[in-house]
């Protein structure tokens, strides 16, 4: 019986698929959190758990990458084929926090798989979709009877996504050579839904900070003193009301300077999904739709810049009450970025808006996070062929185009590169990321290693005439 | 050497006095908190060790009366002279939350004296102030040669104040009886400063509430979803920055509904004092005056309404940052009432004002606590001036007159007992009510046990004149 290569692709995933659960569950097991600094020494664990597994995996260079803050992996698997293209897969093998209490049905770091799908911290955001294509290269070899991929085959795995992605730029640079690549597959996005594969086409950028507002010395008494001098909680709720104007515009004055605005032929994309708002709400576990004046939902998320409150602090937050006016507060804010906006021009609006609204008597500070750039695929750029292909033949029907609302450092490896960004995701919305229950779909999980097992072969074989 | 009752009282005192101080510091490292339920059995345990010190200071009556909440403590020591008046000392036992990690320089429940201040929570708020009692009335047995006090002496040392008295009304209402007084003596305030001895005419109620705020039914990502769902956090933003007008008025319909104004001779009372805005401020430990138009600083601690946020919490509050919609965010709100107005009015007012504000999308609740009444002892009242010649023998200087921004259940005792409320209080603004470092000034509390030793026989002798 002949096989066709897309069936050896599945018999060697099926024959495979339980010990590549078994090692992704292990790696979940590490609370690899950039965020938080006593997590430190489990970012490096996860490092050099990943490093160690893509050796195994056949990989002939390997190394943990160290940074100022989390390290990153580099893999290396030339192909036989001196003239084969080179690609960059880029993903993340740190994540968010996360906690029991905050409303997990179980440990975030004790990975389950219930209802087929896989339960943990990290499962679809990013260690998942990384993880596939470790067995993805292996099907792509053995139901090629390849030793070697068919492209120049690079990974570079970072450990700060989370944090916004503070080294990573510098570590770009400073490895430009290494990691030189034709092109850039980026594996930390997701798709439409189970039934509407799909590519992205770009991500939103981010800035990110911290203001934190001072009155008093200390606590003081509401009774003693309240109604006769500032408090930093009503200046921090006050900065965060003037955020947005009344038609849900960010009220920042320059902040839509430069601002790229949609074409007809991304409307057309966009018109093309199935998109059912009813539906969407409950994947977003919201009561209503809310968002700039004159633009759709999709637009909203996918399109258009935003400024929203991550969290605000400020004074007694426990059990029963405490008459106080606090000492302190603080505003935690992220501005998603669209093309055409520059952060940094951003971060001094945002200085200059901050040190406007704060009222007398209170004294502030703004701390800014390293910000990413936004990115954009271009819509007619040959190489969104390979990989529409490859994931059309792995879920057997044709994908469609969307873009992604959540940020990532893309645009850095694009510009130093020089080489165009192109995005292969299966994460579907309700995969809960940076929520409580994130989880990842058995199933698609499995398209992913499918769809890498395709995309390097057509790649290979369609890249000359691409470029 | 024949010895005037003044320097006999002055002499009981200074042989007492060391003994005194320890029993204080034992009774302030129970930690009292009456907010937090795990301090329940501490609360319990400060009402059981002050019982057992009344017994041993001489009252023949010393009951621990429970209540659905704290226990509060009451005692009686009748005078000879069945026609004697009959006061009642008001006062609490229990204490606000405090931590070292607040910002307090030693353990708020392990006092230490430095440069002739003890430092503990509740040392001025109000353990001390109802300890000096006990010294006092003491102090006034030995220097008169009686054997029981000079007026008809009672005690209730409530253990709920500081958690807003939940109970103390029904408390009062049902022990009436037992409580009947023909005036009240509070000790839970405060005077001008340490130069300028002053007697309290009036407190401020209390109406306090926490709003929570409902968004997604989880934490969701700010990248997938963020600008086209509402965010709670800021809607409780918001909902602080409506609060009040921009003339910093409190701006909830009603709020001002039956506000008695300030008269000519109150503001003339306010004018004598040695009013220094400045050093007010740097007792507040604050930056800048700010507060209602159109009237002045002690006005509008003492004698307007205010609105003041006394905590505010929503999403991510640690270290680096987790781009989230949060699901749910709250306000602590507190407003401080004056004569004329009604808190269940308020507490209409402001749910009304409340449901109005929050947007589509966001769920909301609305908890009050249980409420304080405004209170105002009249000017012309005759028992005042016992009040005022007792303070102005300890202190050798005459004693002006203030108000008190904070609040207390005295109205409740007013209204149920039908009784006058006087105001006999010790402690100074720099004693830290609610905050960090709270201390007592030794020399004041010293005062204080001087005052109450004269009040007795003074309101004794002037009494029946004055009724």
């Known amino acids: 019986?002949?096989?066709?290569?897309?069936?050896?692709?599945?018999?060697?995933?099926?024959?495979?698929?339980?010990?590549?659960?078994?090692?992704?569950?292990?790696?979940?097991?590490?609370?690899?959190?950039?965020?938080?600094?006593?997590?430190?020494?489990?970012?490096?664990?996860?490092?050099?758990?990943?490093?160690?597994?893509?050796?195994?995996?056949?990989?002939?260079?390997?190394?943990?990458?160290?940074?100022?803050?989390?390290?990153?992996?580099?893999?290396?698997?030339?192909?036989?084929?001196?003239?084969?293209?080179?690609?960059?897969?880029?993903?993340?093998?740190?994540?968010?926090?996360?906690?029991?209490?905050d409303g997990w049905d179980s440990e975030p770091f004790a990975p389950e798989v219930r209802d087929g799908r896989l339960y943990a911290r990290g499962a679809a955001d990013d260690k998942g979709q990384v993880f596939f294509h470790t067995l993805g290269v292996r099907a792509h070899l053995a139901a090629t009877g390849r030793t070697a991929p068919?492209?120049?085959?690079?990974?570079?795995?970072?450990?700060?996504?989370?944090?916004?992605?503070?080294?990573?730029?510098?570590?770009?640079?400073?490895?430009?050579?290494?990691?030189?690549?034709?092109?850039?597959?980026?594996?930390?996005?997701?798709?439409?839904?189970?039934?509407?594969?799909?590519?992205?086409?770009?991500?939103?950028?981010?800035?990110?900070?911290?203001?934190?507002?001072?009155?008093?010395?200390?606590?003081?008494?509401?009774?003693?003193?309240?109604?006769?001098?500032?408090?930093?909680?009503?200046?921090?709720?006050?900065?965060?009301?003037?955020?947005?104007?009344?038609?849900?515009?960010?009220a920042v004055p320059g902040f839509y300077d430069g601002v790229v605005e949609l074409t007809d032929r991304e409307r057309e994309l966009f018109a093309e999904l199935p998109f059912d708002e009813a539906r969407w709400l409950r994947t977003a576990k919201s009561y209503a739709a809310h968002g700039e004046a004159g633009h759709t939902t999709l637009e909203r998320v996918w399109a258009r810049p935003t400024a929203e409150v991550n969290g605000i602090g400020g004074g007694y937050q426990g059990p029963g009450s405490k008459?106080?006016?606090?000492?302190?507060?603080?505003?935690?804010?992220?501005?998603?970025?669209?093309?055409?906006?520059?952060?940094?021009?951003?971060?001094?609006?945002?200085r200059a808006w901050v040190d406007e609204q704060v009222p007398d008597g209170i004294r502030h500070e703004t701390v800014f996070a390293a910000a990413t750039r936004p990115c954009l695929t271009p819509l007619d750029h040959p190489a969104l062929r390979s990989v529409a292909r490859a994931m059309g033949r792995a879920f057997g029907t044709p994908v469609l185009f969307t873009r992604e609302g959540g940020s990532g450092p893309a645009a850095d490896l694009q510009e130093v590169l020089g080489a165009p960004v192109l995005f292969l995701g299966i994460s579907v919305p309700s995969d809960g990321w940076h929520a409580p229950n994130e989880k990842v779909e058995l199933d698609l999980l499995f398209k992913g290693v499918e769809t890498s097992a395709y995309l390097w072969g057509d790649l290979a074989e369609h890249w000359r005439e691409a470029s």
Chains 1, 2 share one sequence.
Request: aromatic fraction near 6%; proline fraction near 8%; charge should be negative.
């Open 150 to 250: 068919a492209v120049h085959l690079k990974l570079l795995i970072e450990g700060e996504e989370e944090s916004g992605s503070p080294h990573f730029r510098a570590l770009v640079e400073s490895r430009a050579d290494r990691l030189a690549a034709d092109a850039v597959v980026v594996s930390d996005t997701g798709m439409w839904s189970e039934d509407t594969p799909t590519v992205c086409t770009g991500m939103r950028g981010l800035a990110e900070c911290e203001i934190r507002l001072y009155g008093p010395d200390q606590d003081i008494h509401s009774g003693s003193f309240g109604g006769a001098v500032p408090n930093p909680a009503t200046a921090a709720a006050r900065l965060v009301a003037a955020l947005h104007d009344e038609h849900a515009r960010v």
């Open 1 to 101: 019986m002949s096989q066709t290569p897309d069936s050896a692709v599945r018999t060697y995933i099926e024959q495979h698929c339980s010990a590549f659960l078994d090692d992704l569950a292990e790696w979940l097991r590490i609370p690899s959190v950039s965020a938080q600094p006593d997590h430190a020494p489990d970012v490096q664990r996860s490092a050099d758990w990943l490093a160690a597994k893509l050796l195994e995996t056949g990989f002939p260079t390997v190394e943990v990458w160290p940074t100022p803050g989390a390290p990153a992996v580099f893999a290396h698997w030339p192909a036989e084929d001196p003239h084969a293209p080179t690609v960059l897969v880029y993903g993340h093998h740190d994540v968010q926090p996360a906690a029991r209490e």
């Open 323 to 350: 008459t106080i006016i606090p000492a302190s507060a603080m505003v935690k804010l992220s501005f998603r970025l669209v093309a055409g906006q520059d952060p940094d021009h951003i971060e001094k609006a945002v």
